[in-house]
């Protein structure tokens, strides 16, 4: 009896012990779904399960799965479809809190856009609006409640550098703001530690990430297990917990498509250890 006694107490405390290591993130962390691109939807939701994770921000025009036949992610699909994505995402103990990068072409399909939102409890609309689009933007993140997060895809993006995005958000609402990726920064040259800074409050999302140092005749510095890059993660996250962000960190991991949940894994383990 004293064994199994000791035996029971020692698993309660190696479970207190795992409950106490579990990190508290200041933000929600997520991953956006073009990680998966190669895979479906529902797949991507069962990956993100294998990682722990409950926040998604969705990729337009990924497949929704074979459930959905010739279905993708997509802001003009019918009602029925949307519920049925809503829960296959709620079984799976998933949140769809943010979608994009989009660019939409004209007033309409940006109304559109913000009422697939709304119908679907998306909180972050992840964007590159044309600059004559911005005031109208502006009006419908107001009128839906729902966050603007302005991407900085690389030159010629109208939005590239910290400089740019801030010259467009300025007089605007609280409810527009940045959506920054830490990879497409240092590709431009540009110190994501510094730019964090510099964007502060407007701060709404991240698209995180290390990437390689470059290399000669490479088309492109791919994205690494973090800590391992040329970007410096703890930086960024102490600028992070100084800003006092409290978003969305989206992992958007863009390399080993077929089988990159290992290299994630690690990524987390690494912000893990520095928080």
């Known amino acids: 009896m004293k064994a199994i006694q000791i035996t029971f107490i020692l698993c309660v405390c190696g479970l207190l012990s ?12 997520g991953v956006q779904t073009y ?24 990729y337009y025009g990924q497949s929704l799965g074979k459930d959905f036949g010739d279905q993708k992610m997509d802001y003009k699909m019918d009602k029925a479809i949307r519920e ?3 829960k296959v995402a709620k079984a799976r103990n998933v949140k769809i809190i943010a979608s994009g990068v ?3 072409d004209n007033e309409q399909e940006w109304e559109q856009l913000f009422r697939f939102a709304k119908d679907m409890g998306i909180s972050i609309i992840t964007c590159e609006p044309k600059h004559e689009h911005l005031d109208y933007v502006e009006k419908l993140a107001d009128q839906y409640k729902i966050d603007v997060a302005i991407h900085n895809h690389p030159k010629p993006s109208n939005y ?9 958000l300025e007089g605007r609402s609280p409810r527009m703001g940045v959506c920054a990726d ?11 530690v510094k730019a964090l800074e510099q964007i502060g409050s407007r701060l709404k999302s991240l698209h995180f990430k290390d990437i390689k140092a470059p290399e000669a005749g490479e088309a492109e510095q791919h994205d690494v297990i973090w800590g391992t890059g040329v970007c410096d993660v703890p930086a960024m996250l102490r600028v992070l917990k100084d800003i006092k962000f409290k978003g969305l960190m989206s992992i958007e991991y863009e390399y080993n498509w077929d ?9 987390i383990e690494m912000m893990d250890r520095s928080l």
């Open 18 to 29: 795992a409950t106490a290591q579990k990190v508290s993130y200041p933000w929600k962390l």
């Open 35 to 58: 990680t998966f691109h190669k895979f479906t939807f529902v797949e991507t939701l069962d990956k993100l399960q294998t990682l722990g994770l409950r926040y998604a921000e969705a």
């Open 84 to 86: 049925k994505v809503l």
């Open 102 to 104: 989009v660019i939409c």
């Open 160 to 168: 590239w550098s910290p400089d740019l995005v801030l010259k467009a």
């Open 182 to 192: 830490a990879g497409h920064w240092k590709r431009e040259g540009i110190d994501p």
């Open 259 to 267: 089988d990159s949940v290992p290299d994630i894994k690690k990524c």
